[in-house]
């Protein structure tokens, strides 16, 4: 069963701090990583994708990715209320036709 | 920045009518997907589409589901008789390139089935 996992939250941070999400996956063969945010009663929005292991820099965000563990996170730098939603990772196993597999999806509360 | 457009936002029905989901793609993208998502639940993949045929299916698109491209622009979602069990957001993606390609969502369109 190919799944994507992620701690459900919420998670609550302060305003200006660092917010950090993890995702982990089945498939060791997966090559594609996604991470969206998505606000209630909206559709996913693209933040970041991240394909080769290490570090990715977008503005706040860095998304990391660690294959060897399977595992895929997501930092937001100087955290703003409007961060508040849900991340969601999304991962293209290997074997498919680009299909995303979706975790459930962290939810960010960032407070004042 | 070009978006993919999505419609109607919302429809209620009635248990076995038929729907059609309406969706634009990216104009010079090429792959196609619908996703929904029942409230509070993840969201499910439930079709990809290149090349005007069905490239991969899940086991939730079933018989009571299909989809067309029927000009160059439109991609739509039929549901031939609706359950109580398909009310979700239903949402559109499109990609331009297979190999490392970013889907993008359209806004989605909140089925009600009564």
């Known amino acids: 069963q190919k799944e994507v996992e992620q701690n459900s939250g919420p998670l609550s941070v302060p305003e200006g701090a660092i917010a950090s999400l993890n995702c982990t996956y089945s498939d060791r063969g997966s090559q594609s990583f996604f991470w969206y945010r998505q606000y209630s009663g909206k559709s996913p929005e693209l933040i970041m994708s991240?394909?080769?292991?290490g570090d990715k820099e977008d503005g706040r965000f860095t998304a990391q990715l660690n294959k060897a563990s399977q595992y895929v996170s997501l930092l937001i730098r100087d955290s703003q209320p409007s961060d508040s939603a849900t991340y969601l990772c999304?991962?293209?196993?290997?074997?498919?036709?680009?299909?995303?597999?979706f975790g459930a999806g962290t939810r960010l509360a960032v407070h004042p | 920045e070009p978006e993919v457009t999505q419609t109607p936002s919302h429809q209620v029905t009635q248990m076995g009518q038929e729907v059609i989901l309406r969706c634009v793609p990216i104009s010079n993208h090429l792959y196609f997907y619908w996703y929904r998502q029942i409230l509070g639940q993840k969201v499910e993949f439930l079709v990809s589409f290149y090349n005007n045929e069905i490239s991969e299916k899940s086991e939730i698109f079933d018989d009571q589901f299909s989809v067309e491209r029927p000009d160059g622009s439109n991609f739509t979602l039929k549901i031939r008789s609706t359950k109580l069990e398909d009310s979700a957001m239903y949402f559109c993606?499109?990609?331009?390139?297979?190999?490392?390609?970013?889907?993008?969502f359209g806004p989605g369109t909140r089925l009600l089935v009564l």
């Open positions: 991240i394909y080769s292991n």
């Open positions: 993606a499109s990609m331009l390139t297979f190999l490392g390609g970013t889907q993008y």
């Open positions: 999304a991962v293209v196993f290997s074997g498919g036709y680009n299909k995303l597999i």
